[in-house]
């Protein structure tokens, strides 16, 4: 939506300290880890701060909004914290401006004080297997973004059948079509993707869902989902609490080979250490343990393969099944290969083996790690430390943790920023309209709280008309559509100085 961009505005009064001007922090991305950034900063009162939460996105609040899975509302609550902060005065937010294509890190840099990477690792990891192309063949990125109603996996042109089931990403006609889903991965993640999965579509009703989502999930036929998981069930890094709401599910039987819960030493050793671990170990065997349910009573199964781990996807242009092979730990941790075990037949298989941070134009990257290089959140830059320039979130400490882990992190880049406020390093340069002037000469109108509450009325709105409590809008056309009439009023508004959205 964003137009073409004129010619770089002047930055004569960019150059000076401007006395008893606040100082200006862009943060580079509306997800958890970017809020905590601006909350940590909007709570300090040593120095008047202001802050512009800039996202590509339309709306804010990142993998809270498409990483929470929907059936997971206590913790989707979060959101009302987050956007409380965003309220703030001081904090601002800026949405569908993206960093690297509307504007460069460099246009960015050349007006606030001092720059926060919070972007988050939104790609995937692949197994490096044959077949990872086949359709049917999905990261749980993917998965993860449709269920949540990302716009980038709800293009705004229906597919027809034909073209969804050769392979441009219907998951709709995937699951419609699949009786059998492998899950590949022990984490949090591939936990919540098994349970939408197996989850019948009655049982996802009281979501936010998208509505084509939730229609879609109506004509699943998944009937058995299978874990592969490379190491034993005290390897497992699942949240407890979770893995037992799984086995809680009506209809739904666990089949788990009771040989995989006689821990090995390196087991033991885990389990002794690690009480999520130790929980986790206990959770199997009470389901293990559990008498088998009457047969007419089970309509859906989970089946969990410890120990193994694909070498390779089957099939001609659509899944059919994977090929596993065994494993074992070795002396190191590592993990290396026993024999070949047999294959699994699957319509669907989703890898569910980590997230992946990618490059940002103009920004430090390291490529083995998928992160910003940096020493306690400041970027580190052609091997020194860059000034006025800090990372924190995912992109920072790679994808691990709870939502709530990104407060501390964020707490730590801040401090470093605040230190170097209080050294001198970091100052007020900058007219607090630059930012806005600079968007404004590009023709680039970004989406504020104003948008951002059209957008929630909008799908508060369409959820009462089906008798939900929301709808999210998944397609970018309506969130863009919703947030209209604040979008109508800032065209109308020539002034640079304007409240986005
Ligand atoms: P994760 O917890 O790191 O799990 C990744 C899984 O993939 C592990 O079981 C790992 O096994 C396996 N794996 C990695 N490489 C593999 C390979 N080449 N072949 C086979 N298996 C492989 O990551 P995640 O599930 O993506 O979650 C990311 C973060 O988000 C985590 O911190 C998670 O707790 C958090 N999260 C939290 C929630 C929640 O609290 N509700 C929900 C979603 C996500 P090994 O252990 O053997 O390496």
Redesign the pocket.
């Known amino acids: 939506m964003n137009g073409a961009h004129p010619a770089h505005p002047s930055k004569a009064i960019t150059d000076r300290p401007v006395a008893q001007s606040p100082l200006i922090v862009a943060v580079v991305g509306a997800g958890p880890s970017g809020i905590y950034a601006a909350e940590a900063l909007s709570q300090q009162v040593d120095h008047d701060v202001r802050v512009a939460v800039i996202d590509r996105l339309p709306v804010p609040f990142g993998l809270v909004r498409y990483?929470?899975?929907p059936d997971?509302e206590s913790?989707r609550s979060i959101r009302n914290t987050l956007e409380r902060t965003l309220e703030k005065s001081g904090v601002r937010f800026y949405g569908d401006v993206t960093i690297g294509r509307d504007l460069t890190v460099e246009d960015l840099r050349s007006c606030v004080d001092a720059v926060i990477y919070a972007f988050g690792a939104a790609s995937d990891?692949r197994?490096?297997i044959p077949g990872e192309q086949l359709i049917g063949s999905l990261a749980?990125p993917e998965f993860v973004n449709w269920y949540c109603g990302h716009p980038d996996v709800h293009p705004e042109t229906d597919l027809s059948h034909a073209d969804a089931v050769r392979g441009i990403g219907h998951i709709e006609v995937l699951i419609s079509t699949s009786r059998s889903a492998v899950v590949?991965?022990?984490?949090?993640?591939?936990?919540?993707v098994a349970r939408v999965l197996i989850k019948t579509g009655d049982e996802l009703d009281d979501t936010d869902m998208a509505a084509d989502v939730l229609d879609g999930l109506h004509h699943k036929i998944i009937t058995d989902v299978h874990f592969?998981?490379?190491?034993g069930p005290a390897?497992?890094?699942f949240?407890t609490k979770?893995l037992r709401e799984l086995g809680q599910l009506e209809g739904v039987e666990m089949i788990i080979n009771p040989g995989d819960l006689d821990l090995d030493p390196s087991s033991e050793a885990v389990v002794a250490q690690d009480r999520v671990a130790a929980r986790n170990v206990e959770v199997f065997r009470t389901w293990a343990a559990r008498p088998p349910a009457a047969a007419d009573t089970i309509t859906r199964r989970i089946h969990w393969h410890f120990w193994t781990?694909?070498t390779a996807i089957l099939g001609d242009e659509r899944v059919s099944g994977v090929a596993l092979e065994s494993t074992q730990i070795d002396a190191d941790g590592s993990?290396s290969a026993g024999g070949e075990v047999g294959e699994i037949q699957a319509q669907l298989i989703i890898r569910?083996?980590?997230?992946r941070g990618l490059p940002m134009p103009g920004v430090p990257y390291d490529d083995a790690t998928g992160r910003v290089p940096h020493a306690e959140g400041r970027v580190i830059r052609d091997g020194g430390l860059s000034p006025a320039e800090y990372v924190t979130g995912w992109i920072k400490r790679g994808?691990?943790?709870?939502?709530g882990?990104n407060k501390s992190d964020a707490v730590e880049t801040v401090n470093a920023l605040l230190a170097d406020i209080r050294d001198g390093e970091v100052v007020a340069r900058h007219d607090p309209d630059a930012l806005d002037r600079l968007l404004a000469a590009r023709g680039i109108h970004a989406l504020g709280m104003p948008a951002w509450h059209a957008i929630d009325a909008a799908e508060v709105e369409l959820g009462h008309s089906h008798g939900r409590d929301r709808t999210t809008l998944a397609h970018r056309s309506e969130l863009l559509s919703a947030a209209d009439g604040c979008l109508a009023n800032l065209n109308r508004a020539d002034e640079p100085s304007h409240q986005p959205g």
């Open positions: 990483g929470v899975a997971h913790i990891r197994l490096g749980a590949v991965g022990a984490g949090n993640v591939a936990l919540d592969v998981v490379r190491r390897y497992t890094t949240t979770e781990r694909p993990v569910s083996i980590g997230y994808p691990t943790g709870v939502i882990t």
